[in-house]
């Protein structure tokens, strides 16, 4: 049972990014997914939501009309699409898998500099 992120790197502000989250070892389709993210020195914060049929999502407002949160049950994997990205979005992205089980992935950084 695990969940594992990818995607994450440095880029520009104002650039873009696309986390993947995969998933296994459990009923991935009957799961909200979310991502979540952590800065140094602050505490953590809820991103973006996703139901398990993917039919609503929601967000924080820090970053509405900017991310977009997606999934692919065929894939087993959660997508965090990042757009026009702010110095600000700096930190450790996780997604969390909420089900029978709270799942967690280790996490990827994501460092917005120029």
């Known amino acids: 049972v695990q969940l594992v992120e990818s995607g994450g790197g440095l880029v520009q502000p104002g650039g873009s990014l696309r986390l993947s989250c995969a998933a296994s070892?459990?009923?991935?389709?009957?799961?909200?997914m979310s991502w979540h993210r952590q800065a140094p020195g602050k505490e953590r914060e809820l991103v973006a939501v996703?139901?398990?049929?993917?039919?609503?999502?929601n967000y924080a407002d820090s970053v509405k009309g900017r991310f977009t949160i997606s999934r692919d049950n065929a894939k087993n994997t959660v997508y965090l699409q990042m757009n026009s990205l702010k110095r600000e979005d700096t930190a450790v992205y996780r997604c969390?898998?909420?089900?029978?089980?709270?799942?967690w992935g280790q996490g990827t950084q994501v460092t917005v500099s120029s």
């Open positions: 969390n898998g909420r089900g029978y089980y709270s799942l």
């Open positions: 070892g459990f009923t991935f389709s009957s799961y909200t």
């Open positions: 996703i139901t398990s049929d993917g039919g609503s999502t």
